[in-house]
Nanobody, 115 residues
Framework: QVQLVESGGGLVQTGWPLSLSCVAS????????MGWYRQAPGKERELVAL???????RYSDSVEGRFTIGRDNLQNTVWLQANSLKSEDTGVYYC?????????WGQGTLVTVSS
């Protein structure tokens, strides 16, 4: 069973940066794509950013230009650099991975942006 373990969440002030990391239990080249979703209080889970095995990135409109997703193939890690954080970025951030139609999720890490 694939395991995804997130780290890096916490409390930050508006405008500050934050880095999230997700370590996979197996070689990330096995995954068609990996990325991050988030769920704000009282809202549905939404896409933040994805990166596929070829390195192509996709971002939600709400984070485009502020967040950067990347991968470290040697460390089996996908990371998310979040800059210029806003209060609406608050939520639980989940690591995501997909192998064909099989989807895997991490337990989530809480990010709280305080004004």
């Amino acid at each position: 069973q694939v395991q995804l373990v997130e780290s890096g969440g916490g409390l930050v002030q508006t405008g500050w940066p934050l880095s999230l990391s997700c370590v996979a239990s197996e070689n990330i080249f096995n995954f068609n794509e990996m990325g991050w979703y988030r769920q704000a209080p009282g809202k549905e889970r939404e896409l933040v950013a994805l990166i596929n095995v070829g390195g192509v990135r996709r971002y939600s409109d709400s984070v485009e230009g502020r967040f950067t997703i990347g991968r470290d193939n040697l460390q089996n890690t996908v990371w998310l650099q979040a800059n210029s954080l806003k209060s609406e970025d608050t939520g639980v951030y989940y690591c995501y991975a997909r192998i064909l139609r099989r989807e895997f999720w991490g337990q989530g890490t809480l990010v709280t942006v305080s004004s």
